[in-house]
């Protein structure tokens, strides 16, 4: 074979393996709802029913956006080039404490808040309405605003049940505007320096002024979406006790009804691993001025309440979103790359590795949304006491597992795309990737969760309740037997937990958190296999998935590699 004859096959090789990364960049999804047939489940199973088909229509329409458009925009943005930069004083050396963002920001925000990704919470009791549109929203990532709709959710579920009416009349409608150019944006800052996940150590001071409203005076240590309009933050009250006890909640508008800059300092903005698109910053306050929000002595509560646990939901479901834009990519691309003269979809290892992915990632966003229904029915005031026992541990223990899946379901996504993985400006995993990990920090570490629970668990029991729903779920699906046994092994674990030394319970509890939630998510979903009413294919694939779930999960088992388990993966993955 002469030169010639070699560059020519050389360059046909090239060629080949060019077309199929081409082919596999021309098969993605062009709508991120319609594609996603469990998803689609969810929202027609679990929605309320006199707003179903208004919802569904608004998500078929944001879901073909985010695939076609803010997909596009967000890499951009995304771009070091193109990451917010803080912009202090106008031209004129007025001050301003802005942020300036890159044009594909402002233009992926245009399609995010006018899908009513923030107006769906006028509706009473439509947080699923709201994280419906932030799940599709997230396979994008974070996206420079995605932080900044849970961080206004929050605020705007505080003025809806603590503010005056002439607090709402100034904030409440610009907050749920669906036009980009007129709508207001919230945030949260409770973190100091020295306290993070501690926010009984909070140092930064209210002061009562003459006209009845307050002074804020002090440092918060991680502003994300610093620059928002209206902040939510922790100030601590005048002779209050130490602890969250003598904090309160206030709420403190960007700007002055009289004209200018409310009485605080970005220092700097952070230079983060992920979420690089949404500014966060470090902020002074020398006198803001600021409203107080509920009753003294309350303010923790109503932070933990109304925002806290509000944004670990749109933390987890933002996590769900992630995960399946990572399977979603992997597996179009084990499709189409071949390797030894095949897609590499047709080895048994991919297999595995896509069915472990499909399987979580459908699982957490089936139990995400059953808590999302069930906050909907507290919210509209038909919650029972059990409801609340169960929410105050699920909230906190689902907020824990997505996270680690999340990040975990990428991570295998990047393994599937091999070197490719790791290129930036190959696939969107990378930048995923780092948001995740980024997500796992938000609304409180691994530890601190845990923490929680085994503090809540002490106090109030949270565990009779979250077991006993469980057991509710499954009563009378096909499931019932095996999921009994877990349950039972669950609560044999949790006494000999509650009953450990304090810092040994800690560590106990750790493995054991995650086979609680696993649990939870295959009661869900046995009990979704007996109502959605599935055909026959969807439910056959769902029943495998279920199975594959709980054999690693709940039930864990070391697999038998029969004919069976090839079968099983084979179908999951294709």
């Not at 199929?20 to 062009?30: M, N, Y």
């Not at 769900?320 to 071949?338: I, K, M, N, Q």
């Amino acid at each position: 074979m002469d030169h010639q004859d070699t560059h020519d096959v050389t360059h046909e090789a090239n060629r080949s393996g060019r077309a199929d990364l081409e082919q596999w960049a021309a098969t993605s999804p062009q709508n991120f709802y319609t594609s996603d047939p469990h998803f689609v489940s969810i929202v027609e199973q679990r929605s309320v029913e006199a707003r179903r088909g208004a919802l569904v229509e608004e998500l078929t329409a944001f879901g073909a956006a985010c695939a076609q458009h803010v997909d596009g925009l967000a890499r951009e943005n995304n771009l070091h080039r193109n990451l917010p930069e803080l912009d202090r004083y106008s031209p004129y050396g007025a001050r301003t404490e802005r942020v300036s963002h890159h044009p594909t920001y402002h233009s992926a925000g245009e399609y995010i808040y006018g899908a009513g990704a923030i107006a769906a919470l006028a509706e009473e009791a439509n947080l699923f309405g709201a994280l419906t549109r932030f799940y599709v929203s997230s396979h994008n990532g974070e996206a420079g605003h995605n932080c900044p709709l849970a961080c206004t959710a929050g605020v705007v579920r505080v003025l809806q049940e603590l503010g005056d009416d002439a607090l709402k009349e100034r904030f409440l409608g610009r907050l749920l505007d669906r036009d980009y150019a007129r709508h207001y944006e919230g945030a949260q800052f409770l973190t100091e320096v020295q306290g993070g996940s501690d926010v009984g150590a909070n140092a930064t001071r209210a002061v009562l002024a003459e006209d009845g409203t307050w002074r804020i005076h002090g440092e918060k240590w991680f502003c994300s979406n610093v620059d928002a309009d209206v902040y939510l933050m922790t100030a601590r009250l005048p002779d209050a006790p130490e602890g969250t006890r003598g904090l309160g909640l206030f709420l403190v508008p960007r700007e002055l009804e009289v004209g200018g800059v409310n009485a605080f300092h970005v220092r700097r903005l952070k230079d983060k691993l992920g979420t690089r698109s949404m500014a966060s910053g470090e902020c002074d306050f020398r006198g803001a001025r600021a409203y107080h929000m509920g009753e003294v002595g309350e303010g923790f509560k109503h932070m933990m309440e109304l925002v806290i646990n509000t944004s670990r939901l749109y933390n987890a479901v933002g996590c769900a979103g992630l995960a399946r834009r990572a399977y979603v990519d992997a597996r179009r691309y084990a499709a189409h790359r071949r390797a030894f003269g095949r897609p590499v979809l047709e080895f048994p290892l991919v297999q595995e590795t896509l069915s472990n992915v499909r399987v979580d990632v459908e699982l957490m966003t089936s139990g995400t949304f059953y808590l999302v229904q069930t906050q909907d029915r507290m919210d509209a005031g038909e919650g029972t006491d059990a409801d609340v026992g169960f929410m105050r541990l699920a909230i906190n223990l689902n907020k824990s597992f997505t996270a680690k899946r999340a990040r975990w379901a990428i991570t295998e996504g990047i393994e599937v795309l091999g070197g490719n993985g790791a290129i930036e400006s190959f696939s969107v995993l990378p930048r995923l990737l780092r948001d995740s990990i980024v997500f796992e920090n938000w609304e409180g570490t691994h530890n601190t969760l845990l923490s929680q629970c085994l503090r809540d668990m002490h106090r109030y029991g949270v565990h009779d309740a979250y077991l006993a729903r469980c057991e509710e779920l499954i009563e009378g699906t096909a499931r019932e037997a095996e999921l009994t046994t877990a349950l039972s092994r669950c609560r044999a674990r949790i006494d000999g937990v509650l009953s450990a030394p304090q810092a040994s319970a800690s560590l106990a509890l750790r493995p054991l958190a995650d086979t609680l939630c696993a649990t939870m998510y295959a009661s869900v979903r046995a009990r979704e296999l007996e109502t959605f009413g599935l055909g026959d294919e969807a439910r056959r694939e769902a029943e495998l998935a279920l199975d594959h779930f709980i054999s690693r999960h709940v039930l864990p088992e070391e697999p038998t590699y029969d004919a069976t388990y090839l079968e099983r993966i084979a179908t999951l993955s294709s």
